[in-house]
Each structure stands twice: as structure tokens, then as C-alpha cells.
């Protein structure tokens, strides 16, 4: 078998269904690219080698990967990369107001060097819409 395995098309998978079936039976291999599994290195794009992980060794390391549901990471996963794009939406609308902030205080003190007013105004007296 010398083409790889994500070469394959679907009618080349259908003709050889019963080899690809040997060499994904006991996986020992895992390309890096393409995400598939093998006995052999050959017929992977960027093979690496699945660490084996000893049963009498890791008992209590096993057992926190058996109960461990894929679904339930990809949520938690897809749970923090929304919360990150909230958090980064909430601190671009506060460098927004900010900014805005600044530039209503500038032209207010503008206003004022005008007019020839010297006392600032209190919170009280600048209208709730330039806040």
C-alpha cells in the first residue's frame, strides 16, 4: 500500500476496505496533521507515536481519562473562547468610552478658555449626555 491514507478517495477506501481495516485496528500511530490513526508509520503524512500508557503503572491516570467525555471538553473549550471574546467586546466598548470621555472633557475645557469661564463645572451641572 504506498499511497497514505488522507490520499484516499472514496472509491479507493471501498477497494481496499479490508487493509485500511488491519491498520487501524490497533493504532499505533497518529499523524499530526490529519488527525488519523495507524499500526503503521507509513501510510501517515506526519506520523508520531502514541505514547503507551502502562495499566499497572497508571491505574488511577486511566481511569481520569476513560471518565473524561470528549463532548464534555469541546464545551468547556467552546465555553472559555466565548467568554474571552466578551471580555475582550466589554474592554473595547470601555477604551471606546473612554476616549470619548476625554474628548467631551477637552472640548469642554475649549468651551470654557472661549467664554472665559475659569471654574470647572460640577458633575451636576454637564448634562447626563456627555457622560
Known sequence: MAKRLCKFNRHDI?????????????????CRSCARTSAESSVLCKPEAIPFISEAANVGATADVVMAKPNQTKKSLKKLK???KKQKKLEKQLRKATSRQAKIEQK????????????LLSDSDVPAALH
Open 14 to 30: 471501498a477497494a481496499n476496505l479490508g487493509t485500511i481495516h488491519s491498520l487501524v485496528k490497533e493504532p499505533r500511530y497518529l
Open 82 to 84: 466565548k467568554a474571552g
Open 108 to 119: 469642554l475645557v475649549k468651551m470654557q478658555h472661549l467664554t472665559g469661564t475659569a471654574e
